[in-house]
T-cell receptor, first 111, second 116 residues
């Protein structure tokens, strides 16, 4: 298993729906996770970080971490066409020296 | 507020040519990274530098060399470019002095490299 794995999608949701993006990870990463958003032709930008089990909410975004099942997810409520992008899950290696990314999930929100 | 600056933004090389991608950050970060991004492959780590004077291989280091010139600058060199190195390259930096692996990375604007 790779350190961080994502379903590459694409994931298509209608405007106003909840988009659910998932990521699983191996024992070879640290226990901190990051969700980045990347628009086509642009650089990744951080949306959320989560370090503890449970949920963390920021506006329309909620990150969820389940350490027992080794998955982390990102929920986007009231999805907007402007949310259409690739979402990248990332974590550090166990030494905390290298940031490792999943392949990313492409989200398309239709109006 | 420059953040992470990469040069050049675009480059076309012929097979066998060499070039150096430059990256500089002004956030006083200890760690710097080079990634390549190919369609459907996410960001793959080429090399990283956890502190000035140290460099380590990532997932896809073959065909590349790096230099951590000082705390601000981290360069990536292609000695003999191949078409398989056609990609978008991103430099990033982060600051994690405790090695806890819990700080975000900031990215440059990317370099789109084509090798023909």
């Amino acid at each position: 298993q790779k350190e961080v794995e994502q379903n590459s999608g694409p994931l298509s949701v209608p405007e106003g729906a909840i988009a659910s993006l998932n990521c699983t990870y191996s024992d070879r990463v640290s226990q901190s996770f990051f969700w980045y958003r990347q628009y086509s032709g642009k650089s990744p930008e951080l949306i959320m970080s989560i370090y503890s089990n449970g949920d963390k909410e920021d506006g329309r975004f909620t990150a969820q971490l389940n350490k027992a099942s080794q998955y982390v997810s990102l929920l986007i409520r009231d999805s907007q066409p402007s949310d259409s992008a690739t979402y990248l899950c990332a974590s550090y290696n166990q030494a905390g020296t290298a940031l490792i990314f999943g392949k990313g999930t492409t989200l398309s929100v239709s109006s | 507020n420059a953040g992470v600056t990469q040069t050049p933004k675009f480059q076309v090389l012929k097979t066998g040519q060499s070039m150096t991608l430059q990256c500089a950050q002004d956030m006083n970060h200890n760690s710097m990274y080079w990634y390549r991004q190919d369609p459907g492959m996410g960001l793959r780590l080429i090399y990283y530098s956890a502190s000035e004077g140290t460099t380590d291989k990532g997932e896809v280091p073959n065909g590349y060399n790096v230099s951590r010139l000082n705390k601000r600058e981290f360069s990536l060199r292609l000695e003999s470019a191949a078409p398989s190195q056609t990609s978008v390259y991103f430099c990033a930096s982060s600051d994690d002095p405790g090695g806890f692996g819990n700080t975000e990375a900031f990215f440059g604007q990317g370099t789109r490299l084509t090798v023909v």
